[in-house]
């Protein structure tokens, strides 16, 4: 816990020094991103790491000292500071509190920080950093949501069944709306808070403002009346409604005299049309531009019903069906000054959702690679099939089309599994033309163009792949190449998944925010990604689909009526956080889950006996058990373990979970209620599925899940033995679904069975990873034996091996956030390197091996401020060297034993390098 000095003890932590600190802070975050545009909390956190001298070991930090202001000038001056926090002998950098004067709404303002080293040596302050705020009170929303005319505010109606082609009902063309107004004074900024449902686009003065797509990021908006009588019923009384706005800054926009604002608006998931979804309304808008002048005053500019709105070119959007536009309906100069609207209609006003307005503090959908093609083929004449190389989420981008007015260019996106939308486009003629849908993505490889004019070259298309913009931070090699393939292809599915700050299950057939593909991947995702503000949003959104009374936590969140699932499904309001903790080490996370984690735990056991088992049988509308609310394990090869087996199986591990989360919290006598129930849920399991002829638990995963339990020590052997037996019976494949395969290999390798994970991630033959890659996948399948969706993360959960245990390195859960790491490699089969990479809350954390015929390399980087045990293989003390050095006179090397053919290390922040002969 930080202890904050008072004003008179700043001498003794700024005590006086001959020297700068050998650390230096650096990358500033706000609310886990760096100079976020907008939050609207009173107490964001605060961050930032530290980097160390080259060649310097053993450095933490032991106070720090944070300035912030309203202006950047202030801050560098140090004065009309309105906090000056510092930290006396706190080596925490992570998810510092803001505690100074009470934030006001659509201010920015300015931070640094500077450190004090291990020697209490003083650092130079950081580079500045930035955040700016929203409205803090919900109340200082001026503007109206907006809609147009000749649309009533129902959603369009749903098909019948989820094979339904796009509806013969189509809604009409995306909306243009705009406002013109005035500048007469001096602007020196000027912000548009602003969202539209489902998604839309801002411009000014005849240009689109910002890179952000397909946005906002998903949320439950508001009430769904029918949501009770669909397929997969639920009552429509979910803890939280929401719908976030953005921010745009608009200062270097506006020009003196006459300007116009104006909107696009697409369908998005707010009005879906698909069997899959339930939909909320028609489109809407609101916006609320502050206008702040060289004198003080300000100006706001509001969405009103004297907007004026007009059909455009974008004939038809839907995000399951594709896009239609037709170039020789669009108006030149829509959104510029001075252009003539009087033949346009008024806006009407519209129903505001009944979520609440909150800050868009996620990473939005952007453009996050462009793809040149690999292969132009022509077909035949104005028909051309392009290969891109890899099955991407996004769209095309035609270029420099000339042409006749009228013609009609066709885009068939061509996915083998699941089929995508219709995306057409009309030339308007009379120069080169370039086009890209804008309100939905397809998924493909490759594309077929038809009725192109002229002749096609490659430099007229490109693929862009669209995803939320979470940067990628995780790095797996090994000189098994195919290892590195098969992470990067699930690499792939992953993004491609990845829209609206949720993960779906797939990103064609379904696009559904599912939180059992969702927590059974998450620390996969954790370990490739800075997913920090993600999975905050994410989890926020399971908190608030949960069910307050009766503690349900549903199948996706935000809710979709097509998402079918199980108990290990609504397990992800306890898996998320928990995982989100241990990863970067914020304990708020576990605080704003606590309530939800006991209610689930509280529905489970409604259909928990008096034995302690768990089978969960909840009815759909025919009052009878309902498959799709109550699945176990999903997807295996050959068959599935028992449902009640998994069921009870995340009971045990949903009441370990919330246990120690109150445990953390201080709630001591809660902590030991589910301590004491996941021992009795232990001993349960291990009391009704053991067999004793067998020795066994079973197949498919169950000996698997029993051992991640923790089977008594007496059957341990016998488990293990039918383990083995079991897994070579199958050629060496694995017989698991995705819960089992999550744990599938790091269980054996914990359990002396490492050649066999080894052995099973190295085949290629069915039911495998490497069996994908020999079809010719370039992303992780629905299905081991067919593609299904042919782009699913889901079996992601099990890749952790290669990080933790292959390369061999991982978080102690006794110091969360990497504050201790284990690195501990465990090599295996003909693999003779292996490293891996990842950011953690305090800096760039690596491990990298190599084994000779007679020495073994092993390089290790620890961040400032954190520790770590090394293992290094070794037959004795004596054959390991660190830098050249035998590690006792090595600085900053502690020995402290050999343990099971590891020479074990202690070691402090730095880069080591040793060597075993």
Request: charged share 20%; with cysteine; proline share 6%.
């Amino acid at each position: 816990m930080n202890k904050i000095l008072v004003c008179a003890l700043l001498p003794v932590i700024l005590s006086a020094c001959s020297e700068e600190a050998a650390i230096t802070p650096v990358d500033l975050t706000c609310e886990y991103m760096k100079d976020p545009v907008l939050i609207d909390i009173p107490d964001p956190k605060l961050s930032w790491i530290n980097i160390a001298d080259e060649g310097d070991r053993g450095q933490y930090q032991t106070g720090w000292i944070i300035h912030v202001a309203k202006s950047k000038e202030a801050l560098l001056a140090g004065t009309n500071l309105i906090w000056t926090g510092r930290g006396f002998r706190d080596p925490q950098s992570v998810n510092i509190k803001y505690a100074g004067q009470p934030l006001e709404s659509g201010q920015k303002y300015w931070w640094r920080v500077r450190v004090q080293d291990r020697k209490r040596k003083i650092s130079r302050w950081s580079e500045p950093a930035c955040w700016q705020t929203g409205f803090l009170d919900p109340s200082e929303w001026k503007a109206r949501w907006i809609g147009v005319p000749w649309q009533g505010e129902e959603a369009l109606p749903k098909p019948s069944g989820p094979g339904a082609k796009m509806p013969a009902e189509l809604p009409p063309p995306a909306p243009l709306m705009r406002k013109p107004f005035d500048v007469n004074k001096k602007v020196t900024r000027a912000i548009a808070y602003t969202t539209g449902l489902g998604y839309f686009e801002l411009w000014l003065n005849g240009s689109k403002i910002g890179n952000d797509v397909l946005v906002p990021n998903q949320t439950n908006y508001g009430k769904r009346p029918n949501l009770i009588n669909e397929n997969i019923p639920l009552p429509d009384n979910f803890r939280e409604y929401r719908v976030m706005y953005m921010a745009y800054d608009l200062t270097g926009h506006l020009v003196e005299g006459s300007n116009a604002v104006g909107a696009i608006l697409g369908n998005g998931f707010y009005n879906p049309a698909k069997y899959w979804c339930g939909a909320y309304g028609s489109p809407r808008f609101i916006m609320q531009m502050h206008i702040t002048y060289e004198d003080g005053s300000e100006e706001l500019i509001v969405s009103d019903d004297t907007w004026k709105v007009s059909k455009g070119p974008i004939l038809m959007d839907m995000v399951f069906y594709g896009e239609h536009y037709d170039a020789r309906l669009e108006i030149p100069g829509w959104c510029s000054p001075g252009f003539d609207d009087s033949g346009w209609q008024n806006a009407v006003l519209r129903k505001a959702p009944e979520g609440k307005l909150t800050a868009h503090t996620a990473q939005p959908d952007r453009i996050m690679e462009v793809l040149d093609p690999v292969k132009v083929e022509k077909l035949e004449e104005g028909k051309y099939k392009i290969d891109f190389g890899q099955e991407i989420s996004g769209w095309v981008r035609l270029k420099d089309i000339s042409g006749e007015a009228g013609r009609k260019i066709n885009i068939s996106y061509l996915q083998p599994f699941s089929p995508n939308g219709e995306n057409t486009y009309i030339m308007k003629g009379g120069g080169p033309e370039s086009y890209n849908a804008r309100f939905t993505w397809f998924v493909f490889r490759e594309v077929e163009i038809s009725n192109w004019p002229r002749e096609l070259s490659a430099s007229q298309v490109q693929a862009e792949a669209v995803y939320t913009a979470v940067e990628t931070t995780g790095k797996f090699t090994s000189s098994n190449k195919m290892l590195e393939d098969i992470n990067r292809i699930w690499w792939r599915s992953q993004t491609d998944n990845m829209h609206g700050g949720i993960a779906s299950d797939c990103p064609n057939r379904e696009r559904s925010p599912y939180t059992g593909d969702g927590q059974v991947a998450c620390v996969t995702v954790m370990h490739n990604f800075d997913a920090r503000a993600f999975y905050r949003k994410w989890i926020d959104d399971i908190i608030g689909a949960s069910n307050e009374e009766t503690g349900y936590v549903p199948n996706g969140a935000p809710w979709q009526p097509g998402c079918g699932g199980g108990v290990a499904w609504g397990a992800a309001i306890s898996i998320m956080p928990w995982e989100f903790y241990l990863h970067y080490g914020d304990e708020q996370i576990l605080r704003d889950s606590y309530d939800a984690m006991k209610g689930y735990i509280r529905y489970m056991l409604t259909w928990t006996d008096e034995k302690g088992i768990m089978f969960s049988q909840a009815p759909g509308r025919n009052g009878k058990p309902l498959r799709w609310l109550n699945l176990g394990d999903w997807v295996a090869p050959y068959a599935l373990p028992p449902d009640k087996m998994v069921h009870t199986f995340y009971l045990w591990r949903c009441a370990d979970i919330t246990s120690e989360t109150a445990k953390i919290l201080g709630h001591s006598d809660e902590a030991e209620q589910y301590s004491t129930l996941a021992e009795r849920t232990k001993a349960a399991f291990m009391e009704e599925f053991w067999d004793e002829t067998s020795g066994s638990y079973g197949k498919y995963g169950a000996n698997i899940f029993a051992l991640r339990m923790g089977v008594p020590e007496d059957r341990k052997e016998r488990v293990l033995k039918a383990l083995k037996s079991d897994i070579e019976a199958n050629g060496g494949h694995l017989d698991t679904g995705i819960f089992g395969t999550q744990f599938f290999f790091e269980v054996l390798a914990e359990n002396g069975l490492n050649e066999l994970a080894y052995g099973a991630m190295n085949l290629r033959t069915m039911p495998s990873y490497g069996y994908w890659l020999e079809q010719g996948a370039t992303t992780s399948w629905e299905h081991w034996d067919r593609g299904g969706s042919g782009n699913h993360p889901m079996f992601g959960g099990g890749l952790v091996w290669l990080y933790r245990n292959l390369a061999g390195m991982k978080a102690d859960p006794g110091f969360p956030g990497y504050r201790h790491i284990i690195f501990r490699p465990q090599p295996a089969g003909d693999v003779t390197m292996a490293s891996y990479s990842n950011l953690t809350p305090y800096g760039k954390c690596s491990v990298k091996w190599e084994k000779g015929n007679d020495s073994f390399l092993m390089e290790t980087v620890v961040p400032v401020g954190c520790r770590a045990t090394v293992y290094v293989p070794a037959e004795n003390r004596s054959s390991v060297t660190e830098s050249g050095k035998k590690p006792a006179a090595s600085g900053g090397v502690k020995f402290k034993g050999m343990e099971e053919g590891y020479a074990v290390f202690k070691v402090g922040s730095g880069h080591y390098s040793f060597i075993s002969k």
